[in-house]
């Protein structure tokens, strides 16, 4: 080979590490930034956590404001900014839930997850479920109307917030009518409605049943301690985690109070996924 097929072919081998490099560079780059956008596309999470314990007509209820603070912490590791409210008037809740749903508007981003936690006393009438205020005085049924709280109506509020994302509802609370004493349930009006899409459930019992509270040597009520025990295992569907939940309860009351929920979302949910 002479001198000149010599410098040729060094030249030809130079171009080629060149272009081979500047493919290497792009696809690294690219790669990159798919990263970035995997990072930016994740859903931004936002709860609101209510714990009331401290009653001014009825015993205190201290596992509630426990609960409260458990679920706040787990999901603050998870990822969630959260608000929280404790021994709230039916003024500060909805001023809690506006403040809420005000976060979720300020962020104009679509696909995002929420969470409503409530711990406390509440009250199930006419096929509806009612938050119950620390500062109630209930004596007669227009009373009721007056000062409890719809469940649906809060849900609601934060669905039209969130129209396009996953809201999760849970509520650890006996599923009673705790009035039956002073006036019927037809005197409460039916305006219950679940029919709300993207949106899942939990009640810690079902329809017209008590909620156990917290048992020997436990903070927390039984509810939400499982909750809590399953919360961080990676990959677990939301319905997965609340039939573990089911079954703890099951077994810890001998069958007496039967975790329910109710979905209309239409796919899986994980509060952790393993690459997170």
Known sequence: MNLYNLKNTFILLVTCMVLISGCCNKKNTNLSTNKSNLSIIQ????????????????????????DAAGMRSALQ???????TGTNLSKTETFEKVTQFTDLINSNNSKGLETVLYYSGLASYMNGVDYLLPVNNYLEFPED??????PLSEVVSQINKANPDGINIVITDTSRRNIFANEFRESDVPENQKFNIK????A???NPKFPASDSIEHQAHGLFTESILRYIFTSDLTIDQLFKLVRKDVMKATVGKQIVQTISTL???YYFKRSNQ
């Open 77 to 83: 590791r998870l990822g969630f900014e959260v608000i």
């Open 144 to 149: 009721l109307i007056n000062e409890m709280i």
């Open 203 to 205: 009640f810690a019992t």
């Open 266 to 268: 239409n796919g899986d």
């Open 43 to 66: 859903p931004k999470r936002f709860a609101l956590i209510i714990g009331n314990s401290n009653y001014q007509t009825v015993n205190p209820l201290p596992s509630a404001q426990n």
């Open 198 to 201: 993207n949106t899942y459930f």
